[in-house]
């Protein structure tokens, strides 16, 4: 906190907050990302860090974090899908048509993900979706 204690100033101290931002995207960014955001502006590939522009960098990070989201969102998508299919042919199986299959597949999938420990899984994967 050397800015808290005014042992250095505020250019200095957003300069260096500036540096360990971007090296944290760049981190975090997918590479693919990032390329075909360059080749859609048609911009040049920087050599090094300090040429890479935000301008680039932040909607390639952006990007890369959507696609994490989706593909964490499709995982937990995958099992509840199954128990609605398993519910609704064992109640159609039984005869029981006018029941809806939500009334019985809500309650499962709550139970399924209490006993998983789903918000355990789901907040330390998305702590360990970055690195560093």
């Known amino acids: 906190m050397p ?7 505020l250019e200095l101290s957003i300069d260096i907050g500036a540096k360990e931002l971007k ?5 975090n960014t997918d590479e693919s990302a990032f390329l075909s955001l360059l080749d859609a502006t048609k911009a040049k590939m920087p050599s090094n860090l300090s040429e890479l522009s935000y301008m680039h960098l932040v ?11 989706f593909q964490m969102g499709f995982l937990l998508f995958i099992p509840f ?3 609605d299919l398993i519910v ?3 109640l159609m ?7 809806p299959p939500m009334t019985i597949s809500m309650p499962l999938k709550i139970l399924v993900f209490v006993l998983a ?4 899984l789901l907040s330390s994967s998305l702590i360990l979706s970055f690195s560093n």
């Not at 800015?3 to 100033?9: R, V």
């Not at 909607?59 to 989201?69: N, Q, R, V």
């Not at 420990?117 to 355990?120: E, K, L, R, S, V």
């Open 93 to 99: 199986g039984l005869g029981m048509i006018m029941v």
């Open 3 to 9: 800015y808290l204690n005014e042992e250095q100033s």
């Open 117 to 120: 420990d789903g918000w355990n």
């Open 59 to 69: 909607p390639a990070f952006m990007l890369s974090e959507i696609k994490t989201a």
């Open 88 to 90: 609704a042919s064992v």
């Open 81 to 83: 899908i199954l128990i």
């Open 23 to 27: 090296s944290f995207m760049v981190i």
